[in-house]
């Protein structure tokens, strides 16, 4: 099945610099994948996301880019606010009948003022 | 609009005591239904999903069990709760059908078993 490796565990910026949170998938039929973003002690909720037939997708200050070869996802948040401040996951799936969507372990993303 | 509602918000349980959480979708028909858990400081992990009524995928074998009685409901169940099953439940849907991959997540069930 598939598996989704993601780093860095913590992440740290000051306010207005970039952070970048990178992800590997293992299966290569995955052509689906979402970034979450997590609030304390609430659900995720999509922020972008990109098929496998694109290379990059930008909203905004948010960017996601796949390097479908490699099987590296990656997103981008440039001019970091403090409400940015939250956990981040990628993760990746089969778009099919049977969708499941499997997610990395998580990235705390910590802008400081 | 459609909307995903998940309880009990917090429960504490003692080992060896039976558990049942709930989850309902409004607005929609025939969505596909996940149960994730989240350990502390840990990723999402896919426990079970549902595709249809009475139609249930486990992903990872426990002592836990899911249930879909109706089509917008989903039910997160254990007979007997283990120490390691303490963590932060998570419902979600999708549309069936169509080409949208996006999770519509519930806000949670905090399970601390003690």
């Known amino acids: 099945g598939e598996n989704v490796e993601q780093h860095p565990s913590t992440l740290s910026v000051q306010e207005g610099d970039s952070a970048v949170i990178k992800c590997t998938y293992s299966d290569s039929a995955s052509n689906y994948f979402p970034w979450y973003k997590q609030e304390l002690g609430k659900g995720p909720q999509l922020i972008i996301d990109i098929r496998s037939n694109v290379g990059e997708k930008k909203d905004q200050r948010i960017a996601v880019t796949l390097n479908k070869t490699a099987k590296h996802f990656s997103l981008h948040i440039t001019e970091t606010q403090p409400e940015d401040s939250a956990v981040y996951f990628c993760?990746?799936?089969?778009?099919?009948?049977?969708?499941?969507?499997?997610f990395g372990s998580g990235t705390r993303l910590l802008v400081r003022p | 609009s459609q909307t995903i509602h998940q309880w009990p918000a917090t429960l504490v349980q003692p080992v060896g005591s039976p558990l049942s959480l709930e989850c309902t979708v409004e607005?929609?028909?025939?969505?596909?239904l996940y149960w994730y858990r989240q350990a502390a400081g840990r990723g999402l992990q896919l426990l079970f999903y549902s595709v249809g009524i009475g139609q249930i995928s486990s992903e990872v074998p426990q002592n836990l069990s899911a249930s879909r009685p109706q089509d917008r409901q989903f039910i997160l169940s254990s007979k007997k709760l283990l120490l390691s099953d303490s963590g932060f439940y998570l419902c979600?849907?999708?549309?069936?059908?169509?080409?949208?991959?996006?999770?519509?997540f519930g806000e949670g069930s905090r399970l601390t078993v003690l």
């Open positions: 993760a990746a799936s089969r778009m099919d009948s049977s969708y499941k969507l499997i």
């Open positions: 607005g929609t028909s025939n969505p596909n």
């Open positions: 979600a849907w999708k549309k069936g059908q169509g080409e949208t991959g996006e999770l519509f």
